[in-house]
């Protein structure tokens, strides 16, 4: 095998060698608009109905009450069932999910999900263990885990944040 002495037809034309950008390394630069802010550059669009979380946090907090008043009144509503598995899904979901900070948002859900669905089949292992089955039970149970869950977290938090303060200013006694 011999290694070729020049360079082929095509390699010798290539605007790579006198030094141009293929294609794929182009960068496409945002021009200014007339306002002088950029296109597409990120733009907060405000107002009313441009962010929606606070509105579902609130639906889905109506929704979990509501799944777990109907459970624990025994009503025979056909929202009974869907609202009762939202709330036994949600509640334990969102004190998992506080206490996961620290991971990116996607991660965070669904670990907290799969920690929910965990703290349900414990929490029906247990019942069943002790021959103590019922629907008011389990949703005490798990309302009440996940708000201690919840409390645990938020005291952790306020803790913390005390500790820091105090050591904030303690060094800026000592320097």
């Avoid at 082929?8 to 306002?35: F, N, V, W, Y």
Wanted: net charge positive.
């Amino acid at each position: 095998m011999t290694a070729p002495l020049g360079l082929g037809h095509i390699e010798a034309r290539h605007p790579a060698r006198r030094g141009a950008k293929s294609p794929m390394q182009t960068l496409r630069i945002k021009t200014p608009s007339s306002d002088g802010t950029s296109e597409g550059a990120g733009r907060v669009r405000r107002g009313p109905g441009r962010d929606l979380s606070p509105l579902l946090a609130g639906a889905s907090t109506a929704i979990c009450a509501v799944g777990a008043l109907l459970a624990l009144t025994d009503s025979d509503s056909p929202l009974r069932a869907p609202c009762t598995l939202f709330f036994l899904l949600t509640a334990p979901a969102v004190a998992i999910g506080a206490a996961l900070r620290g991971l990116n948002p996607v991660g965070r859900a669904l670990s907290a999900l799969a920690g929910a669905v965990v703290l349900n089949m414990l929490v029906a292992q247990g019942m069943l263990a002790v021959h103590r089955w019922s629907v008011r039970g389990g949703v005490i149970a798990v309302a009440s885990l996940s708000l201690l869950l919840l409390l645990l977290v938020l005291t952790r938090g306020k803790s913390r944040s005390r500790k820091r303060t105090q050591d904030g200013t303690t060094q800026a006694k000592v320097v």
